[in-house]
């Protein structure tokens, strides 16, 4: 099979680690990774990474070992994990290298982003208007999304019930105290109709991810994951956005959707046949619309198949099964890599007690960050 392979994943722990600095995660995930692929740091021939408030990727040779490679900071808001993914693999691609490792790693201070208006080429009057908190873009974005398509409130409950449960089986997690509907509903609110536990919060983690030419001989013991579609966009007009001024008139566009669309025509498959998903879920109205934007249901059908316990670890598309950013909190620059150790994880049926039943083949990833970039893989075994 030619391509690239996922032939190593590492993860740290997520959630408040006081002492521990994002750097010392990201270095605990990378020798995770390394073991897992049966690799030294002198193997890696290229590096890609990022980190939104914990320093540059590139400074991390200071402990890892001074050896030249070539090593590039990647910064796309909360896709910033998903796009350096997809930079390892277009470079093996090119040919410029044949083992590439892809970081991710934060520790954000407690409390909500704090974005500075000039910083994403908006005034300072966007700012005093309350439009760079996140919360209310959040809340704004699935209020019109529930009254277009008939979504109620208890169905953004449901999100977070499945949320923390998987999350009580990931031993990782930040978040793991399982939480029922009517707990979710009666929360402080926040951003209507969000309430907190329909949040995740800004957290602390690391994670990993050893790229490789495919077909090459590997060490015993390690299981390649073949990357088989790896795309990532950025808006066009007509899109709905976080820190967005205005709303275009007219049909809105996504880039979550042109994403997703171009990842498996990549990959040669249809939404239809994914068997575990990871989808952006920073609330839990993102996780229900990212549903329909990657294809895998139609505007308003999250209601019934959210019912039917349709994404849970038992259900027809399990989704989030380490219990998504809603468990494991939000260190930017580490979700996409998250979400990909996850997958990785379940094709190679390692989940433990979250393992996906069948022997999952086909595996899907999905993030969204500020101002509007996604990026999409597909998985397969």
């Not at 809340?139 to 409130?153: E, L, N, P, T, V």
Request: hydrophobic fraction near 40%.
């Amino acid at each position: 099979m030619s391509g690239v392979d996922i032939i190593g994943v590492g993860l740290s722990r997520f959630g408040r680690q006081p002492g521990v600095s994002g750097r010392a995660m990201a270095l605990d995930a990378i020798a995770a990774a390394l073991a897992d692929a049966a690799l030294a740091w002198e193997d890696i021939q290229a590096a890609y990474g990022g980190s939104d408030s914990s320093g540059l990727a590139d400074t991390l040779v200071s402990d890892l070992g001074m050896t030249g490679i070539p090593f590039t900071n990647v910064k796309n808001g909360c896709a910033t994990g998903g796009s350096a993914l997809v930079a390892g693999y277009n470079a093996i691609l090119a040919g410029s290298a044949e083992t590439v490792l892809v970081v991710g790693f934060d520790k954000h201070p407690r409390g909500a982003f704090d974005p500075i208006p000039a910083d994403w080429g908006l005034s300072d009057e966007t700012g005093h208007a309350g439009l760079m908190v996140t919360t209310q873009f959040f809340g704004s974005k699935i209020q019109r999304y529930m009254y277009d398509y008939g979504i109620s409130a208890r169905t953004l409950a449901l999100v977070p019930e499945k949320s923390s449960y998987n999350g009580n089986l990931n031993p990782n997690a930040w978040r793991r105290d399982q939480l029922t509907p009517e707990q979710i509903l009666s929360s402080t609110m926040v951003s209507d109709p969000l309430t907190q536990f329909m949040f995740c919060s800004p957290g602390e983690g690391a994670a990993a991810v050893i790229l490789s030419r495919a077909g090459r001989n590997l060490p015993q013991g390690v299981i390649p994951v073949h990357v088989a579609g790896a795309v990532s966009n950025s808006r066009t007009y007509g899109s709905f956005e976080v820190f967005s001024p205005w709303l275009p008139p007219g049909d809105l566009t996504s880039v979550s959707t042109r994403t997703a669309s171009k990842a498996f025509e990549m990959a040669g498959i249809g939404p239809e046949d994914v068997q575990v998903a990871q989808l952006q879920d920073t609330d839990s109205g993102a996780e229900i619309m990212h549903m329909a934007e990657c294809g895998f249901c139609v505007d308003g059908e999250q209601e019934k198949l959210l019912d039917e316990r349709y994404t849970w670890i038992g259900g027809k598309l399990p989704v989030n099964t380490d219990g998504g950013c809603l468990a494991n909190g939000e260190p930017i620059g580490a979700s996409g890599l998250r979400q990909i150790h996850e997958i990785v994880t379940q094709l190679r049926g390692r989940g433990g007690a979250r393992q996906v039943p069948g022997n999952p083949r086909i595996g899907f990833t999905h993030v969204y960050g500020a101002p509007g970039v996604s990026a999409c893989t597909v998985l397969e075994v």
